[in-house]
């Protein structure tokens, strides 16, 4: 085995090669403590609005008082879905208090998609932003939801801006179509009944599951990862041993502009930040480019997280570059590949690094990260965190000599349990405790790791391997591309030839430019066969581009 675990003795500020996962029993009762030592500073940030950490610990313990008057036990599952708004910690740690499972849910499901999590997970409570309630009531019946709590994007902004909000969220955008579903509570009243009553008392175990954070939705049926108490204090210390050197208890502000309902700005934003006494900035829509640049404005940001896209994106906004960066002292991007253009393009522009991670849903997230500081590898996914091993190994599970490509495996206490009710599932993915990725990748001497590319992505080209990301990584480097992704498509002579999608950022880019640009930096087989131009790129909520979507176009 690859253990990749000393090299992190040269990680600036000295990080130990392990952390220890039993530390604390819960999460709750490592958040206990965070309550206690942080209660007076500003916790979470929404549209102006600010709440502390006594805000937030006093309105949670409320709600979950509320949960367990409504008839649900420790045990039961809730699904929280909304973007970011400040609904969303006091629901969190609600739920957590009352010993519920959380379940995130992204909120722009379909019908569909929304009923198929809720029945394979039972939930039996939901706290649902309204401007989706319409899709839920469609599906309602199906379920055994008995517990529907509606919110709404204005509620906990208070006064005469909660209520303009609303009413332009409402009746100018007409973001909120119409919906009936009786017995419904808001997470105001919710709040305020629960003061009336007292929370039951439970006992939780290190390796009782408090997440359902399903995955997989966009290659197959999706699955929910089951994450324990100790796979989320394992991963906040693990993330806590590799940021704090560069970051201050209760100084930093964050920008977080990723929805909490993804794992990365679940698990790294909600949790291990605010573990810190950080202040999060919350936007509640980051395809609202404005909105993000307004936080820039408003706050000093210290730290701020992200994806590729949303990097490039903000780049290429007219007024990013008269952003204030003075403060910017740590930039993360996960999620997808960190494309080398645009990491160099934002180092050069804000002074600050774009720091790449590596992590999954089923490792809670994080399992490798470079140094925050900028010392790390540009293009690779940096070094495993502590109490990870990370190896690279053949297609019969035998491990590959350095610096050869083979499929990545994770091995930590970050790891799930395993996947809700899919024992076939988690054997296929998990062998003697090694999370096995899906994706290719190799180590190189000093530790650190490369993903070359997902293995169901790989393009085979007369028997060769092409890795999408690779194609991505040279065009990005063209100046007047925007945005590109690149899939195999059936070919006659060769098995498959490389496609490639393209938004322009000039107008001007032809096909014969791409196609020169293509043979001047890789070999022939690699260079794209067809060219095709669009307005935009299919992604997810997050802005992960979608290579399925477009292999199906």
């Known amino acids: ?129 309204e401007n989706f309630a319409a899709n839920l009531e469609k599906v309602l019946p199906e379920t055994q939801i008995k517990t529907v709590i509606v919110t709404s994007i204005g509620e906990l902004l208070g006064g005469l801006k909660g209520w303009i909000v609303n009413f332009v ?187 790449e991670g590596y992590g999954m849903t089923e490792t809670a997230p994080v399992a490798s990260v470079n140094p925050i500081d900028g010392t790390g590898k540009l293009g690779t996914i940096g070094l495993p965190v502590p109490s990870t091993d990370m190896k690279v190994v053949d297609e019969e599970g035998r491990e590959v000599p350095l610096g050869e490509v083979g499929e990545l495996l994770v091995k930590g206490p970050q790891v799930m349990k395993g996947y809700y009710n899919r024992p076939d599932e988690t054997q296929k993915a998990m062998r003697d405790g090694w999370m096995c990725t899906g994706d290719m990748a190799m180590m190189q001497a000093d530790g650190y790791f490369t993903i070359v590319d997902r293995k169901k992505d790989m393009i085979n080209v007369s028997g060769f391997n092409v890795y999408p990301n690779e194609i991505e990584d040279v065009i990005a480097g063209l100046a007047k591309v925007l945005e590109v992704a690149a899939i195999g498509i059936p070919d006659e002579r060769s098995g498959e030839v490389v496609k490639v999608f393209i938004v322009k950022k000039d107008n001007s880019l032809t096909k014969e430019e791409v196609l020169a640009y293509c043979h001047e930096n890789l070999t022939n087989y690699k260079v794209p066969k067809q060219v095709e131009f669009r307005k935009e790129l299919p992604k997810t909520n997050v802005g992960k581009i979608l290579r399925r979507a477009l292999r199906d176009s």
């Not at 949790?271 to 980051?286: E, R």
Request: net charge positive; glycine share 6%; with cysteine.
């Open 1 to 129: 085995m690859s253990d990749a675990r000393p090299w992190l003795k040269n990680y600036p500020g000295g990080v130990p090669a392990n952390i220890n996962p039993d530390q604390y029993e819960s999460l709750l009762d490592m958040f206990e403590e965070t309550f206690k030592k942080y209660k007076n500073l500003p916790a979470f940030t929404c549209m102006g609005k600010t709440l502390t950490f006594k805000t937030i610990d006093s309105a949670s313990k409320n709600f979950a008082a509320y949960l367990h008057s409504r008839g649900m036990e420790p045990g039961d599952r809730i699904a929280l879905m909304m973007p970011n708004m400040l609904q969303y910690p006091i629901a969190l740690f609600g739920a957590l208090r009352a010993g519920l499972i959380v379940v995130n849910t992204n909120p722009l499901y379909t019908p569909r998609e929304m009923k198929h999590q809720f029945i394979d997970s039972g939930v039996k409570a939901i706290v649902i932003c």
């Open 169 to 355: 969220v409402r009746y100018i955008k007409r973001m909120v179509p119409k919906f009936d579903i009786p017995n419904t509570v808001s997470v105001r009243d919710a709040i305020s009944q629960g003061a009336k009553f007292s929370i039951k008392s439970f006992k939780s175990s290190a390796d009782d599951t408090i997440l359902l954070q399903y995955t997989g939705g966009t290659t197959g049926v999706a699955k929910g990862a089951m994450l324990t108490n100790r796979n989320l204090v394992a991963n906040m210390l693990q993330i806590r041993a590799v940021m704090m050197f560069k970051l201050t208890e209760g100084k930093e502000v964050v920008l977080s502009p990723l929805p909490m309902y993804h794992i990365f700005a679940f698990t790294v934003n909600c949790l291990a930040l605010m573990g810190i006494g950080a202040h999060t900035v919350l936007v509640t829509n980051a395809r609202d480019l404005p909105s993000v640049l307004k936080e820039f404005k408003n706050h000093s940001i210290s730290l701020m997280t992200g994806v590729n896209t949303l990097f490039n994106a903000l780049m290429n906004h007219p007024k990013f570059a008269g952003s204030n960066f003075s403060t910017l002292k740590v930039t993360v991007g996960g999620g997808m590949a960190v494309q080398r253009a645009v990491a160099e393009r934002w180092q050069k522009l804000t002074g600050c690094p774009l720091t």
